[in-house]
């Protein structure tokens, strides 16, 4: 059974930077895409980040030039730079994989980013 663990959320005061990581464990077969969403409180979640093997990454228009995803093949992990951070970034992430060819999505238990002062 596969498991993705999250580090890295905290607090952070607006401008300041995170570094999120997401490393899974176990063996993976047919990696498809990872990736990072996000919860704002009280909102539903948004992508973030995608990268989709053999593709270029993507991101929300709110966060490009800003968060950088990044991804380790040969350790299964996925991470999530996130400069000139604001008050508006601040919620639950989470990272995700699809694998195989059902494009199963597995998710990460989750992280908070607080931004604020």
């Known amino acids: 059974q596969v498991q993705l663990v999250e580090s890295g959320g905290g607090l952070v005061q607006p401008g300041g930077s995170l570094r999120l990581s997401c490393a899974a464990s176990?063996?993976?077969?047919?990696?498809?895409?990872m990736g990072w969403v996000r919860q704002p409180p009280g909102k539903e979640r948004e992508l973030v980040a995608q990268?989709?093997?053999?593709?270029?990454?993507a991101y929300v228009d709110s966060v490009k030039g800003r968060f950088t995803i990044s991804r380790d093949n040969a350790k299964n992990a996925v991470y999530l730079q996130m400069n000139s951070l604001k008050p508006e970034d601040t919620a639950v992430y989470y990272c995700y994989l699809d694998v195989g060819t059902g494009w199963r999505r597995i998710w990460g238990q989750g992280t908070q980013v607080t931004v604020s002062s």
């Open positions: 176990g063996s993976i077969f047919s990696l498809n895409a």
């Open positions: 990268i989709i093997s053999g593709g270029e990454p």
